[in-house]
């Protein structure tokens, strides 16, 4: 009867681990050495993290060695694809959604479907009926970031902010600072004015909008008609403004928040971009997982070795700790109710600044757009070109892109 009831038992636990989607741990034959990149930079200790994750696996993992590689965001997407097409591709990458688009298109990564439980994390990219990625960690999204000290309550809508910065602004300070340089900085306002950049099929462009002229009317007008603003203000420039006390806020992503809190500490906060008064909406910012993409050629023990390391690095406790370590939210849903997650009110923050995001489409059509709003973007902001005007060329540019992709 006992050993009955042991079988019984046995059988419980396989199937409630089947019926959980686990997959079983793939296994290797032999050594084996592959390539990580990781768009993780250094100054935030990304790369230490990812680094770090790396050598504590080959400790338990004898006979897989890992060799880590840092690239810049853009440098890893161009570096990648020269590298595929070269026939020597890294097998395994850490990097943005937005990679996903060009990277399927060119069939430079494969599907990862059944090789991770995708009902336990936020979910991944999927594209022509196959999910392309294994979430690391949720959010990539920009939200307002401000100095206490300078502003004790963040604003709630449009309106306080610019009177908030008015009042904060004065010779070399500034009550606002934000990317200037780059569109991802302009969609989340054009969500708030009930805008989007594509249509209801997600990959026709709509940026000749009322909502468009209406985004870059109010970005002007923080520099133009409130001076709030720096003019000419790339990422550098707002974030040494910010540490060094000479920007009250700023709008960044999460990415920055372990930085900024080793910095300004108590004085550190964080909340979500504010109501767009003129329309009662919420800024959207758009919002991406990290993935672990997988090079289309990784077969065999290359692959049983990539896969095993990726189920280490998103195991809970990982995924707990790159949040604690990184001020990341994890994308493994039952991380992100960890007391040390749910107590941590920087964290807190983020994660309801994530509920009004939007998710940001993975398709390659987005690359197109991109490169036509970032030119009329920076022609309105240094006073060159109308927001009616810049509005029209970006959908002219974008049009042409997607033309060319095809």
């Not at 696996?57 to 810049?72: R, S």
């Not at 070269?86 to 990097?95: F, R």
């Not at 979430?135 to 000290?149: A, D, R, V």
Request: glycine share 8%.
């Amino acid at each position: 009867m006992k050993k009955v009831l042991l079988v019984v038992s046995l059988l419980v636990l396989v199937l409630g681990f089947a019926s959980a989607g686990a997959t079983p741990e793939p296994e290797v034959s032999g050594p084996v050495t592959f390539q990580l990149w990781t768009q993780e930079g250094e100054s935030d200790g990304g790369f230490q993290f990812v680094q770090g994750l790396a050598d504590q696996f080959m400790a338990e993992h004898p006979d897989i060695t890992i060799e880590v590689v840092q690239k810049g965001t853009e440098d890893l997407r161009e570096d990648f694809q020269t590298a595929s097409l070269a026939g020597e591709p890294p097998e395994l990458l850490w990097t943005v959604n937005d990679h996903a688009g060009p990277f399927t298109a060119a069939g430079l990564i494969q599907p990862v479907d059944g090789m991770y439980d995708e009902s336990a994390f936020v979910a991944s990219v999927v594209l022509d009926g196959h999910t392309w990625g294994v979430p690391i960690t949720s959010g990539n999204h920009l939200m307002l970031l401000y100095n206490k000290s300078l502003v004790p309550n963040p604003p709630e809508t449009t309106d306080e902010m610019i009177s908030i910065a008015q009042d904060l602004t004065s010779g070399d300070t500034y009550g606002l600072a934000y990317n200037d340089t780059e569109p991802f900085w302009l969609v989340p306002w054009l969500g708030g004015f009930n805008g989007s950049v594509f249509a209801a099929d997600g990959v026709t462009p709509t940026l000749d909008t009322p909502a468009m002229v209406n985004t870059l009317e109010f970005l002007a007008s923080l520099e133009f008609d409130y001076g709030i603003v720096p003019s000419e203000c790339d990422y550098a420039t707002m974030d040494t403004l910010f540490k060094e006390g000479n920007a009250a806020m700023i709008v960044n992503g999460d990415w920055s928040l372990a930085d900024y809190r080793a910095v300004l500490g108590d004085n550190f906060g964080v909340a979500p971009l504010p109501i767009v008064s003129a329309t009662g909406t919420h800024a959207m910012p758009y919002t991406a997982p990290k993935l672990f993409m997988i090079a289309s050629g990784v077969e065999g023990d290359s692959l049983a070795a990539v896969q095993q390391f990726i189920a280490f690095a998103v195991n809970e406790q990982n995924e707990i700790d790159i949040a604690n370590t990184l001020n990341r939210l994890p994308a493994r849903l039952s991380a992100q109710s960890a007391e040390s997650i749910t107590s941590d009110p920087i964290l807190v923050e983020s994660a309801k600044a994530l509920t009004y995001g939007t998710p940001m489409p993975a398709v390659v059509e987005m690359r197109a757009v991109w490169d036509a709003m970032k030119p009329e973007m920076s022609a309105v902001l240094s006073g060159s070109k109308t927001p009616d005007d810049a509005a029209a060329a970006m959908q002219s540019a974008a049009e042409a892109g997607i033309r060319a992709l095809e």
